[in-house]
């Protein structure tokens, strides 16, 4: 499987070095270093060259290597746009996924919503994001970036003594122009995955 991964990474790259977009540093809201393009990603410093896609100095070949390259490959020079919010289901083609997305995204994190209020800070900070969304309810929320033109909100209801906690995400108005919707999905796995890892 890593060597599948490699190989659609890879060629995503060589599609995307071989017929490079005009202005592709400010599509994607990165810093371009000759050939190299930098960003923040995952809460991690990412590196898009010809050769492969690294987090933090590391190689990445994996999904997350996949989702930077299309992420690359979809760049364009529309800027995102927050409200209104949607939900996965409102974009379009998203009915395959969109048990995947409940199940990987929010209810992965529904065990942990005691935990993740008293890490919002450190969530907010890694993930380029803010911990104050009046436009949403829930007992508290937050906005993350987890790629420079896809942010996603989290409202979070604790358990009461009538309901058990409960996780919504939502995503900036537009993100479906900056990934393909199966992207999208994937986004929101590894988005709470790294909420996840912030807690350890």
């Known amino acids: 499987m890593t060597d599948n991964y490699a190989k659609i990474v890879q060629s995503n790259l060589n599609q995307l070095y071989n017929y490079p977009p005009e202005n592709l540093a400010k599509k994607l809201l990165a810093k371009q270093n000759g050939n190299s393009f930098i960003f923040d990603a995952f809460g991690e410093k990412c590196i898009i060259e010809p050769k492969g896609i690294t ?63 008293k890490k919002v800070k450190i969530i907010t900070e890694t993930l380029n994001g803010k911990d104050v969304i009046t436009e949403t309810r829930g007992d508290f929320s937050f906005i993350i970036y987890p790629l420079p033109k896809i942010a996603l909100c989290y409202i979070f209801y604790e358990a009461d003594d009538d309901f058990p906690a409960s996780v919504t995400c939502l995503y900036s108005n537009n993100a479906c122009l900056f990934l393909p919707v199966d992207g999208l999905a994937d986004v929101g796995e590894y988005t709470s995955r790294k909420i996840l890892k912030l807690m350890e």
């Not at 987090?55 to 990445?60: D, L, P, Y």
């Not at 949607?86 to 942990?112: C, D, I, N, Q, W």
């Open 55 to 117: 987090f933090n100095g590391r190689e990445h070949i994996s999904i997350l290597g996949i989702l930077i390259s299309l992420y690359a490959l979809n760049a364009c020079s529309d800027s995102s746009i927050i409200l209104p919010l949607k939900s996965f289901r409102e974009f379009p083609g998203s009915m395959p996924y969109r048990g995947a997305f409940t199940t990987h995204t929010e209810l992965l994190l529904v065990p942990h919503v005691n935990k993740i209020r």
